[in-house]
């Protein structure tokens, strides 16, 4: 089992920033692709970012040169930077881990990021 768990969400005035963190811990040897998911009320869950084991990060369109995805796998980490928020970003942001060793998903509770005036 592994537990995973997000931080860092918040409110935020568009145009700013926020970080958010996502550490995964539990019965496990290393991790595959880490990555950031977010749904929005109304919305399904929408990829925004992942990160291979060797470091290799793919975006979608939408956060391409905003938002930033990087791990840590000394510290079973991975992180999301996020800048020049806009109010369309607004949404439950989730982590995903994938377990190297079996190929198995583990996903966070969620983290709000609001981005309002």
């Known amino acids: 089992q592994i537990e995973v768990v997000e931080s860092g969400g918040g409110l935020v005035q568009p145009g700013g920033s926020l970080r958010l963190s996502c550490a995964a811990s539990?019965?496990?040897?290393?991790?595959?692709?880490m990555g950031w998911y977010r749904q929005a009320p109304g919305n399904q869950r929408e990829t925004v970012a992942e990160?291979?084991?060797?470091?290799?990060?793919s975006y979608q369109y939408f956060v391409k040169g905003r938002f930033t995805i990087s791990r840590d796998d000394d510290k079973f980490m991975v992180y999301l930077q996020m800048n020049n928020l806009r109010p369309e970003d607004t949404a439950v942001y989730y982590c995903?881990?994938?377990?190297?060793?079996?190929?198995?998903?583990?996903w966070g509770q969620g983290t709000q990021v609001t981005v309002s005036s």
């Open positions: 539990g019965n496990f040897y290393r991790l595959g692709t």
């Open positions: 990160i291979s084991r060797f470091n290799e990060a």
């Open positions: 995903k881990v994938t377990r190297w060793e079996s190929g198995q998903d583990y």
